[in-house]
T-cell receptor, first 114, second 112 residues
Framework: AQSVTQPDIHITVSEGASLELRCNYSYGATPYLFWYVQSPGQGLQLLLKYFSGDTLVQGIKGFEAEFKRSQSSFNLRKPSVHWSDAAEYFCAVGASGGYQKVTFGIGTKLQVIP | GAGVSQSPRYKVAKRGQDVALRCDPISGHVSLFWYQQALGQGPEFLTYFQNEAQLDKSGLPSDRFFAERPEGSVSTLKIQRTQQEDSAVYLC??????????FGQGTRLTVV
């Protein structure tokens, strides 16, 4: 069965600092990997996805993530965090077919301090 | 509408009561998904429709949960005889076939 581990429940960073959110997955075949962001009272929004090809993927809002098969990881990064990035971030893995039956991690809540 | 619309946004139910949660997907989206998000957890898959066909219902936690999409557009998630453990946010998402899924804001169900 597929699963996702997000080891950091809460992270606090200063505005302008760099950010890395960790994600490890478990899946038998080539995974479909996603990062979503959820702001209070808002629906989940897709930041980026990896299906195949280049292992460094660019997303919206200046985020990027790198797929490392050897480490079963798909960490999310941003070089300079803005106060508006404060939200909860979910890593997710999907079976073949991509968006069907996606398994989400527990989420990492990001706090940004001035 | 422009996005996925869910109603009601908030629902308080007494234990044992039946509830119905509605999802209006983006027009033209053939795929529709329901997820359950308990407090402090990530969303968990419940069920998936392609048009009116329910292709996967493996995530429904018990036979008290039932979902339908009779005309391949609006979907309803019904929970019978609600219990406290059913308290959660229920998320609906829709997509074109094989494309990005767009999520609604969810319905927060509280069972008292």
């Amino acid at each position: 069965a597929q699963s996702v581990t997000q080891p950091d429940i809460h992270i606090t960073v200063s505005e302008g600092a760099s950010l890395e959110l960790r994600c490890n997955y478990s899946y038998g075949a080539t995974p479909y990997l996603f990062w979503y962001v959820q702001s209070p009272g808002q629906g989940l929004q897709l930041l980026l996805k990896y299906f195949s090809g280049d292992t460094l993927v660019q997303g919206i809002k200046g985020f990027e993530a790198e797929f490392k098969r050897s480490q079963s990881s798909f960490n999310l990064r941003k070089p300079s965090v803005h106060w508006s990035d404060a939200a909860e971030y979910f890593c997710a893995v999907g079976a073949s077919g991509g968006y069907q039956k996606v398994t989400f991690g527990i989420g990492t809540k990001l706090q940004v301090i001035p | 509408g422009a996005g996925v619309s869910q109603s009601p946004r908030y629902k308080v139910a007494k234990r044992g009561q039946d509830v119905a949660l509605r999802c209006d997907p983006i027009s033209g989206h053939v795929s529709l998904f329901w997820y359950q998000q308990a407090l402090g957890q990530g969303p968990e898959f419940l069920t998936y429709f392609q048009n009116e066909a329910q292709l996967d219902k493996s995530g429904l936690p018990s036979d008290r949960f039932f979902a339908e999409r009779p005309e391949g557009s609006v979907s309803t998630l019904k929970i019978q005889r609600t219990q406290q453990e059913d308290s959660a946010v229920y998320l609906c998402a829709s997509s074109l076939k094989g494309q990005e899924a767009f999520f609604g804001q969810g319905t927060r169900l509280t069972v008292v």
